[in-house]
């Protein structure tokens, strides 16, 4: 008979100090840090104890072991410190199709974007002076110029995202006052950010005119009164309304304000610099347009079809720009030295459009040629094949990618994939598993499989891909 009693056993249990000198732990307190260790092997002596006195670890003869003790808190708390020790924020090879991802980071940078925020990160930089003079300059000053010259507005200003870019402006141009908005343009772009929460937030009022699915500019026009501040246009950049419908145009707006003065401005969502459709996406309207029509104020963020970091550009009017400049509000959503890094390479690329398709990351898999993914899925498929064995069976499917980030909602990009179906473990525990791998892999489940689409895989990651699924299927089968 060995001595059963729990509170007896816990004796056996090494302490702290006793741990920490276990060979294993002392080699992984090379890797982390070491109040990480220490917590892990705390946590797990008190896991221990709690488990043996109610029970929950049934009592057993070899509990009467050190050893046994020790070896089984060297196991744990190495999984906790090693868990605890990675980043949270970790890289993932984008397999699902959807190229502006709003979980997954949306625009991945061009190499220029992601050298000038090296650059800046590295050592100091001229974020607030101007060099010429030695004075105090503006940091928006390197983006400036470029979105003047590239989108032909007066002025512009960037801040933090395109919601805080919406607030700023209707703050600055209505607040107090009245602003007039179609019923078919009340957008909720996800997260909670809806255009009547921003509107109260602003400080102005909503005026609804029309219905949900048509909006003439005479509806507009009866709704102006001696309160009205602005007249806003609401890109529907995640949805579409279909069939009987009848949008007022910014163009329509800014006619109707030539008479009522007021200022128009266009909440363009995921604005884009470039034509999309000469590569057969839906046509929606350029940045450029919106301005050339007359709108006074445009609003857009940096991270969706412009590819670039996170921000919300303003660009329009000098006389608005100007005034938004001043608003203390400004200075709560501004900018950081990375993204105005980030910003300036990513706006020089659109100088020369046509070399902006390749070297824009974002442009380059909207525009993806079909008959190349459809090769990448070819080869992927065979290397997969050939690393997994009989441990999957992998075949190359054509599917539809997304555009996501709230862009081009009916737009299905044709592409290619690789449609894994995996033995010895569920297509769901396959997926949780790539999840948790280094970088993590996120697929798309479909028909009771796991489809990765070439798309949004970046050039060298299919290598890693392969290596990762094939030690995974190894360990699992
Ligand atoms: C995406 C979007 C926003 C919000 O932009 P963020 O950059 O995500 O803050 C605002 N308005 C419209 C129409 C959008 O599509």
């Given at each position: 008979?060995?001595?059963?009693?729990?509170?007896?056993?816990?004796?056996?249990?090494?302490?702290?100090?006793?741990?920490?000198?276990?060979?294993?732990?002392?080699?992984?307190?090379?890797?982390?840090?070491?109040?990480?260790?220490?917590?892990?092997?705390?946590?797990?002596?008190?896991?221990?104890?709690?488990?043996?006195?109610?029970?929950?670890?049934?009592?057993?003869?070899?509990?009467?072991?050190?050893?046994?003790?020790?070896?089984?808190?060297?196991?744990?708390?190495?999984?906790?410190?090693?868990?605890?020790?990675?980043?949270?924020?970790?890289?993932?090879?984008?397999?699902?199709?959807?190229?502006?991802?709003?979980?997954?980071?949306?625009?991945?940078?061009?190499?220029?974007?992601?050298?000038?925020?090296?650059?800046?990160?590295?050592?100091?930089?001229?974020?607030?002076?101007?060099?010429?003079?030695?004075?105090?300059?503006?940091?928006?000053?390197?983006?400036?110029?470029?979105?003047?010259?590239?989108?032909?507005?007066?002025?512009?200003?960037?801040?933090?995202?395109?919601?805080?870019?919406?607030?700023?402006?209707?703050?600055?141009?209505?607040?107090?006052?009245?602003?007039?908005?179609?019923?078919?343009?009340?957008?909720?772009?996800?997260?909670?950010?809806?255009?009547?929460?921003?509107?109260?937030?602003?400080?102005?009022?909503?005026?609804?005119?029309?219905?949900?699915?048509?909006?003439?500019?005479?509806?507009?026009?009866?709704?102006?009164?001696?309160?009205?501040?602005?007249?806003?246009?609401?890109?529907?950049?995640?949805?579409?309304?279909?069939?009987?419908?009848?949008?007022?145009?910014?163009?329509?707006?800014?006619?109707?304000?030539?008479?009522?003065?007021?200022?128009?401005?266009?909440?363009?969502?995921?604005?884009?610099?470039?034509?999309?459709?000469?590569?057969?996406?839906?046509?929606?309207?350029?940045?450029?347009?919106?301005?050339?029509?007359?709108?006074?104020?445009?609003?857009?963020?940096?991270?969706?079809?412009?590819?670039?970091?996170?921000?919300?550009?303003?660009?329009?009017?000098?006389?608005?720009?100007?005034?938004?400049?001043?608003?203390?509000?400004?200075?709560?959503?501004?900018?950081?030295?990375?993204?105005?890094?980030?910003?300036?390479?990513?706006?020089?690329?659109?100088?020369?459009?046509?070399?902006?398709?390749?070297?824009?990351?974002?442009?380059?898999?909207?525009?993806?040629?079909?008959?190349?993914?459809?090769?990448?899925?070819?080869?992927?498929?065979?290397?997969?094949?050939?690393?997994?064995?009989?441990?999957?069976?992998?075949?190359?499917?054509?599917?539809?990618?997304?555009?996501?980030?709230?862009?081009?909602?009916?737009?299905?990009?044709?592409?290619?994939?690789?449609?894994?179906?995996?033995?010895?473990?569920?297509?769901?525990?396959?997926?949780?598993?790539?999840?948790?791998?280094?970088?993590?892999?996120?697929?798309?489940?479909?028909?009771?499989?796991?489809?990765?689409?070439?798309?949004?895989?970046?050039?060298?990651?299919e290598s890693v891909l392969v290596k990762v699924l094939a030690g995974l299927l190894k360990g699992g089968a």
């Amino acid at each position: 008979m060995f001595d059963n009693n729990p509170n007896s056993l816990l004796r056996h249990i090494p302490p702290v100090d006793e741990v920490l000198n276990n060979s294993v732990i002392a080699s992984l307190t090379k890797s982390a840090p070491r109040p990480i260790v220490l917590q892990a092997i705390r946590d797990t002596i008190t896991q221990l104890r709690e488990e043996l006195t109610t029970g929950r670890l049934p009592v057993q003869p070899e509990l009467q072991s050190r050893d046994f003790f020790m070896s089984l808190i060297v196991q744990r708390a190495l999984d906790q410190a090693r868990s605890q020790n990675r980043p949270k924020l970790r890289q993932v090879i984008n397999a699902s199709g959807v190229v502006l991802h709003t979980n997954l980071g949306r625009a991945v940078l061009a190499e220029s974007a992601r050298q000038a925020i090296n650059n800046a990160a590295s050592g100091y930089s001229n974020l607030e002076m101007d060099l010429s003079t030695g004075k105090r300059g503006s940091r928006y000053a390197p983006v400036e110029q470029l979105l003047a010259q590239l989108t032909g507005a007066e002025a512009a200003l960037v801040v933090n995202n395109n919601a805080a870019a919406v607030l700023l402006a209707l703050s600055t141009l209505a607040n107090g006052r009245e602003v007039i908005v179609s019923r078919g343009q009340l957008v909720e772009i996800g997260g909670s950010f809806r255009i009547p929460d921003v509107m109260a937030q602003s400080g102005s009022r909503l005026v609804e005119v029309g219905t949900t699915n048509k909006t003439y500019p005479t509806d507009y026009q009866r709704a102006i009164t001696p309160e009205t501040a602005l007249l806003l246009h609401v890109h529907t950049s995640n949805y579409r309304i279909v069939g009987f419908t009848r949008e007022t145009t910014t163009a329509e707006l800014v006619d109707l304000s030539r008479t009522s003065k007021l200022p128009v401005m266009s909440d363009l969502g995921s604005g884009s610099l470039i034509d999309l459709s000469v590569y057969g996406l839906p046509a929606e309207p350029t940045v450029q347009q919106v301005v050339k029509d007359g709108t006074d104020v445009v609003t857009f963020s940096g991270d969706k079809l412009l590819g670039g970091p996170q921000a919300g550009i303003i660009v329009g009017k000098k006389d608005y720009i100007d005034r938004m400049k001043k608003n203390p509000l400004t200075r709560a959503v501004r900018i950081d030295k990375f993204t105005v890094a980030a910003l300036e390479a990513t706006l020089r690329e659109y100088i020369d459009s046509k070399t902006a398709w390749q070297r824009i990351p974002t442009l380059g898999m909207l525009s993806a040629d079909i008959n190349i993914l459809k090769l990448r899925a070819d080869s992927l498929t065979e290397k997969l094949t050939a690393a997994a064995g009989d441990r999957a069976l992998c075949t190359p499917i054509q599917t539809f990618s997304a555009v996501g980030g709230g862009a081009l909602p009916t737009a299905g990009l044709p592409s290619w994939g690789v449609e894994v179906v995996p033995r010895g473990m569920t297509v769901l525990e396959l997926a949780g598993r790539l999840r948790e791998e280094q970088p993590a892999i996120i697929g798309r489940l479909q028909d009771e499989k796991l489809l990765l689409d070439l798309r949004t895989i970046l050039p060298g990651e299919e290598s890693v891909l392969v290596k990762v699924l094939a030690g995974l299927l190894k360990g699992g089968a």
